[in-house]
């Protein structure tokens, strides 16, 4: 599924749209330069899910923990990662349960040590907006992009 976001707002709605999909357990993961709006749509997906409180960039902390409800949310940005085992050595590993939801900006840092995704999203800048490829990669993730496509 590709889309063209317009706009800020378009990423949000994005977002927020696909927090409905969402279900313990799933892994997605957030692709793109800097700039592309990986950190708009997690905000999206926070706010599709309630969360009304302030939502930063995990860039500096790595990670992000929302509860929401009886979900656990967890929001990684591994683009200051150097070496891929970074992620197992900061004791992430154990986030990854059928429990949780991770959203994971800059997954390819982790050099293909995570579990992987349910859905893939592939953002790039596109002029003054934003090109999203979205694929879904289990049976998980397909349910979830059939809740985007109605």
């Known amino acids: 599924m590709t889309r063209f976001l317009a706009a800020e707002a378009d990423t949000l709605a994005l977002g927020a749209a696909l927090a409905q999909g969402l279900r313990p357990g799933m892994v997605i993961y957030l692709s793109g330069d800097l700039g592309a709006g990986k950190t708009t749509l997690a905000r999206g997906v926070l ?10 960039s995990p860039t500096f902390t790595l990670l ?16 200051r990662f150097n070496r891929s ?4 050595d900061a004791g992430f590993r154990e986030y990854f349960n059928s429990e949780s939801v991770c959203l994971v900006e800059w ?28 694929s879904a990669h289990t049976e998980a993730g397909n349910n979830c992009l059939k809740r985007l496509q109605h």
């Open 47 to 56: 706010r599709g899910l309630g969360i009304t409180e302030r939502v930063k």
């Open 64 to 79: 992000e923990l929302y509860t929401i409800s009886s979900l656990y949310l967890y929001h990684f940005d591994f683009y």
């Open 85 to 88: 085992d970074e992620w197992a």
């Open 107 to 134: 997954p390819e840092k982790a050099g293909g040590q995570l579990p992987a995704p349910d859905v893939k999203i592939e953002m790039e800048v596109d002029g003054s907006g934003r090109s999203v490829t979205i």
